[in-house]
């Protein structure tokens, strides 16, 4: 099972970028997915989880109001859209697949993780 996180940059604040997670090996469509990110010397946190189906999303409070999660199924692919970067977005994001179907915040509830893709935002 792999998981290839890509889409991440160096941007400006107030820029936008699209992260892809694509998948091998594994059919996202029975699995919920999350996007966490991880800032040097700090802790890996949640930032934006989606269920199986589409139809239900968390968000933390980072992401509230400027980042988007969507999946396309048939493309076995989950997008997250952020918008309005600020330069405390810089981190290293990662997608993982949540077996329980619910995208949860719960990083406890992830199996497998993607390399991560690094998002640099500049003042």
């Known amino acids: 099972v792999q998981l290839q996180a890509s889409g991440g940059g160096l941007v400006q604040a107030g820029g936008s970028l699209r992260l892809s997670c694509a998948a091998s090996?594994?059919?996202?469509?029975?699995?919920?997915m999350g996007w966490f990110r991880q800032a040097p010397g700090n802790t890996r946190e949640f930032v934006v989880g989606i269920s199986r189906s589409g139809g239900v999303t968390y968000y933390g409070d980072s992401a509230k109001g400027r980042f988007t999660i969507s999946r396309d199924n048939a493309k076995n692919t989950v997008y997250l859209q952020l918008n309005s970067l600020k330069p405390e977005d810089t981190a290293v994001y990662y997608c993982a697949t949540d077996p329980y179907g619910l995208g949860s915040p719960n990083i406890n509830k992830y199996d497998y993780w993607g390399q991560g893709t690094l998002v640099t935002v500049s003042s």
């Open positions: 090996g594994r059919t996202l469509s029975t699995y919920g």
